[in-house]
């Protein structure tokens, strides 16, 4: 077993569509992968059962990300078994409406589980990661945190993140961790395929086309990797050129 084998990664919400392609390429890099599910710990043990399949190696993990008190608990016993080298952060919601029209409960909950669930979830595993000497911190973020219509509470969760990721650049990075956000645009999937017609991709997208979960996921693994030890505190956007 290699000394990348051994180097282990959490990947939260990593039971949707994303998620597994992140978790599936960090596997076949060679990374040892927990495949994080909240409620849906069936859908997690079947990206588990692909990778396996393929010759990788994953265990899948269920918690509340939004619940503190359970990160601290969960991760504590999977910390006991083995530090957690690679932390993407890519469990996320979307409740969307104009903020004039939003409600207090679209609002927190976006919030909990795109901006509170990273810190519930990076916080424990900081200064585990530390004291191996090398760490990656990868947040799933989105165009939409410059700002877009009907997705207040999306945006400032999503650009609440990436400013909390460029602060950890700042002060983790003396110990060999780096931190870095992926912001994709239109990604394929069942509900990008409803929400964007062929004029809006024509219109909106230089590439003409939208992206490829295979593609963020292979971004990621690069941004976990020896080869990126480099490159830290920055936000990367993949979306076709978009802007």
């Not at 104009?98 to 979830?121: C, H, K, Y």
């Not at 004291?131 to 989105?142: K, L, Y």
């Not at 997705?151 to 780096?178: D, F, H, P």
């Amino acid at each position: 077993m290699n000394e990348t084998r051994q180097k282990r990664a959490l990947v939260t919400g990593g039971s949707g569509d994303l998620g597994s392609a992140i978790c599936r390429q960090l596997a076949a890099e060679g990374f040892s992968v927990l495949v994080h599910a909240g409620r849906n710990i069936a859908a997690a043990e079947c990206v588990v059962a692909e990778i396996r399949e393929a010759g990788g190696e994953a265990k899948s993990v269920s918690f509340d990300v939004t619940d503190a008190a359970e990160c601290g608990r969960e991760l504590e016993a999977l910390l006991a078994e083995q530090t957690i080298q690679v932390l993407v952060n890519n469990a996320g919601i979307h409740s969307d409406a104009p903020l004039a029209g939003m409600s207090d409960s679209q609002w927190r909950s976006v919030i909990e589980v795109n901006l509170q669930g990273f810190f519930n979830v990076c916080k424990p595993l900081l200064m585990p990661m530390a004291r191996t000497r090398w760490g990656r911190v990868i947040g799933i973020s989105s165009i939409a945190a410059r700002g877009n219509r009907g997705q207040a509470n999306y945006a400032a969760a999503k650009a609440g993140m990436e400013a909390a990721i460029r602060s950890v650049s700042l002060e983790m990075a003396s110990r060999g961790i780096t931190a870095n956000c992926v912001a994709p645009g239109v990604i394929q999937s069942s509900m990008s395929d409803a929400a964007f017609d062929k004029d809006f991709i024509r219109t909106h997208i230089p590439a003409r086309r939208m992206g490829r979960a295979d593609e963020v996921a292979a971004l990621v693994a690069f941004l976990a990797s020896d080869k990126a030890g480099y490159i830290n505190g920055q936000t990367i956007a993949i979306d076709g050129g978009m802007r």
